[in-house]
């Protein structure tokens, strides 16, 4: 958790040089670390606050849109951490996650609104884009609802009222 901390004051002075490292290096374990952190955020216990996961968890959900910011991503750059931070929205999630990751993808659609809109469409696929010629548009992003386990109606369900509070749809 240092570390983030660490790279957080270094991306605030060394944005250009550190861009294309961080991209390349600190972005896939950030994505893995929060696959595999996923889990925790269901637990609604009272200690799980108390654990270096959910620890962890909040840091990295916390950091993840400052660094953007500092970085100055592009849209390409931060498409894996917007599919792994938007599923953090689900209803399923404890209502500390549920908010930070609202935050986060707030930041994130800051940056790439599309890709978080198109991301919101496919896990509400009951939204109505908002404008018909784009209902055709054929998403290539690697998001699936085979990788969430849950029936579309499920799915829909769990994430709508999060996705309204986004307000980007």
């Not at 270094?10 to 490292?21: D, G, P, Q, V």
């Not at 500390?96 to 790439?112: N, R």
């Amino acid at each position: 958790m240092k570390a983030i901390d660490v790279l957080l004051v270094m991306a605030s002075t060394a944005k250009e040089f550190l861009r294309k490292r961080v991209v390349e290096h600190v972005w896939p374990k950030l994505v893995v670390s929060l696959k595999q952190l996923r889990g925790v955020a269901y637990d609604t216990t009272p200690t799980i606050s108390h654990t270096m996961e959910y620890k962890l968890l909040v840091k990295i959900l916390e950091s993840v849109g400052k660094l953007c910011k500092e970085l100055n991503v592009s849209v390409d750059q931060i498409e894996d951490i917007a599919q792994e931070v938007i599923l953090f929205l689900s209803s399923e999630n404890s209502d500390p996650i549920q908010k930070l990751g609202l935050e986060t993808c707030h930041t994130l659609s800051d940056f790439a609104p599309d890709l978080m809109w198109l991301l919101c469409i496919q896990l509400s696929p009951s939204l109505l884009p908002p404008v018909p010629s784009l209902s055709s548009v054929p998403s290539n992003h690697r998001l699936s609802l085979k990788e969430i386990k849950l029936p579309r109606s499920k799915v829909s369900h769990l994430y709508m009222d999060n996705i309204l509070k986004l307000g980007i749809i």
